[in-house]
C-alpha cells in the first residue's frame, strides 16, 4: 500500500527548512506585501518620441517637442495679429500708439519664432506645409507689399497696416481651425497627430534649398527692383526711371506763347562721362544756364561739398569735374550756405566728412556723438529743396526779361517742383528726351571698354 506524503505549502521559502519556520510568521511577512497596481483610470506617461510607420512600412517616429514648438508658433503668429490689429485700430480711429512696447515685443518673438519654424521645414518633412508656410512667409510678404503701400499711399499707410494685420488673425484662424478641426484654444494647439508620417531625406533638403535659392530669392529680387523702379518714377514724376539697364533722365522744353523756352535737365552728382559730354554739347548758343551749386562765402563748412569718392568707388565720373557746357552763358543760380539752419550745417559738414575721409574710426564716432533736433526732417527738407527752389524761381523769372533760352541743369529733386511752377507761369511741354545717366555694367565690362 502506497504512503501518502502531504501537499507541499506553495507559500513557504524553499531556502528555509520547514522545520525552521516560525509557526507564527506568514508568508506576507517572509516575502514582502504584493506590489501595488497602478490605478487604470491614470493615462500612461507620454515618451517624447510616438514610433509608428508610414505608407511604405517604415518606421517614422512622431516628437511631442516638435509639436509643441509647432503650437507655440501658431500661438505667437495669432497674438502678434491680433496685438497688431488693436495697436492699428488706436493709432487710425483715435490717434495713440498704446500698444507699441508691447506689438514691438511680441513682433521681434513672432519673427524669431517663424523664422526657426521655416528652416526646420528644410530639414523635417513631418511638418504640414499648407498650413505653415502661409504663417512663416505671412510678416516677409506682409513688408515687401508695404513697400509698394508706401510709394502710392503714404499717407494711409496706418489703415493700410491695419488692413495687413486683420489678414494676419484671419490667417491664423485658419491655420488653428485646420490643426484642430476647430476653433478651440486648447493647448497645444498643434496636435502630435497632425505630423505627417514621413522619413528624412537629403533629396527632400536639397529641394527646399535648390526653391529658396532658384525661385524664391529671385523673385524676392525682382520685386525690389520693380519696387525701386516705380518709387523713382513716381517721386520724381517721370524725370528720372529705373531700367534694368541703368538709370535713365528725362530732359523738358517748355515753350510759352511770347516766345520764351525753357529747358529742365535733371542732373545727378555722379554719373557717367559720355552723359556729362552729352547734356554740355546739347546746350543752344543762345542760352542762358542757371548753375546749381551752393556757395560758402562765410566758410561755415568744415569739408567741402564733393562726391569724388563715391564716384571713383562707383566706377563714374563727378558732375563738377566733367560738367563743363561750351554754349551758352553759366550764370550762378544758387543759395550761400548762410541761408540754412545751423542743424543743416552741422548735418552737411558730417556727410562731407564721410565723403571725403572715408569711414573710419573719427568719422565713426562723430556720426554716432551727432543728434538731430527734433523736426529736423522738415528743416532738411526746407533748406535743400524749398529755400533753393524759391531762389531758382526768382532768378527764372529775372532772366527771363534779358534770355529767351533759359537752360537748368539741376538735380532730379528740384525738378517737380520748378516743372509745376513755370507751368503756372504759362509755359508747356513741347518735347522731351531721355538720356542714361548711369549703365549698369557688368562685372569687367568697365576694365574692358577703359583699355
Known amino acids: 500500500m502506497a504512503l501518502l506524503r502531504p501537499k507541499p505549502d506553495m507559500n513557504a521559502d524553499p531556502d528555509i527548512p520547514s522545520d525552521d519556520r516560525d509557526p507564527q510568521v506568514s508568508s506576507e511577512q517572509v516575502i514582502g506585501p504584493p506590489p501595488k497596481l497602478k490605478d487604470p483610470s491614470s493615462p500612461p506617461p507620454l515618451p517624447p518620441f510616438e514610433t509608428t510607420t508610414d505608407r511604405s512600412g517604415h518606421p517614422v517616429k512622431r516628437s511631442r517637442a516638435l509639436a509643441i514648438a509647432l503650437s507655440l508658433c501658431l500661438g505667437l503668429f495669432l497674438a502678434d495679429g491680433i496685438i497688431s490689429a488693436l495697436d492699428d485700430s488706436l493709432i487710425v480711429f483715435f490717434g495713440r500708439h498704446t500698444l507699441a512696447v508691447l506689438r514691438g515685443l511680441v513682433s521681434f518673438l513672432t519673427v524669431l519664432v517663424t523664422m526657426l519654424i521655416y528652416g526646420l521645414m528644410g530639414m523635417i518633412p513631418a511638418i504640414p506645409k499648407r498650413v505653415f508656410l502661409p504663417v512663416t512667409l505671412f510678416n516677409p510678404i506682409g513688408v515687401l507689399l508695404m513697400l509698394s503701400f508706401c510709394i502710392y499711399l503714404y499717407d494711409q499707410m496706418p489703415r493700410v497696416s491695419l488692413a495687413i494685420s486683420l489678414c494676419q488673425v484671419i490667417v491664423g484662424l485658419i491655420a488653428l481651425y485646420w490643426c484642430r478641426g476647430e476653433l ?268
Request: with cysteine.
Open 184 to 451: 478651440k484654444f486648447n493647448w497645444p494647439l498643434f496636435p502630435e497627430t497632425r505630423l505627417k508620417l514621413r522619413r528624412f531625406s537629403w533629396g527632400y533638403v536639397a529641394g527646399f534649398l535648390l526653391a529658396n535659392l532658384f525661385v524664391l530669392l529671385p523673385l524676392v529680387l525682382v520685386y525690389l527692383f520693380f519696387c525701386a523702379s516705380l518709387a523713382v518714377g513716381h517721386f520724381s514724376e517721370g524725370f528720372m526711371a529705373l531700367r534694368p539697364g541703368g538709370l535713365s533722365v528725362q530732359v523738358r522744353k517748355y515753350f510759352r506763347d511770347d516766345g520764351k523756352t525753357i529747358q529742365l535737365f535733371p542732373m545727378s552728382h555722379v554719373g557717367d562721362a559720355e552723359f556729362y559730354r552729352r547734356v554740355s554739347q546739347s546746350f543752344p548758343t543762345n542760352s542762358t544756364i542757371l548753375m546749381e551749386g551752393v556757395t560758402d562765402d562765410k566758410n561755415l563748412l568744415t569739408n567741402r561739398i564733393t562726391y569724388r569718392r563715391m564716384a571713383t568707388s562707383l566706377g563714374l565720373k563727378e558732375q563738377q569735374e566733367e560738367f563743363r557746357p561750351s554754349q551758352g552763358e553759366m550764370v550762378p543760380a544758387d543759395v550761400d550756405v548762410e541761408v540754412f539752419a545751423a542743424s543743416t550745417i552741422d548735418l552737411l559738414n558730417v556727410v562731407m566728412l564721410v565723403h571725403s575721409k572715408g569711414v573710419n574710426a573719427e568719422v565713426i564716432m562723430k556720426l554716432l556723438q551727432y543728434s538731430p533736433p527734433p523736426h529736423f526732417e522738415e528743416q532738411l527738407s526746407n533748406d535743400l529743396l524749398r529755400k533753393r527752389n524759391r531762389h531758382l524761381l526768382s532768378e527764372i523769372q529775372s532772366w527771363l526779361s534779358q534770355s529767351d533760352n533759359i537752360v537748368v541743369p539741376w538735380g532730379v529733386a528740384h525738378m517737380p517742383e520748378i516743372a509745376k511752377e513755370i507751368e503756372k507761369s504759362g509755359f508747356r511741354v513741347i518735347e522731351a528726351r531721355d538720356y542714361e545717366a548711369i549703365r549698369f555694367r557688368m562685372f569687367g565690362e568697365k576694365h574692358k571698354r577703359d583699355q
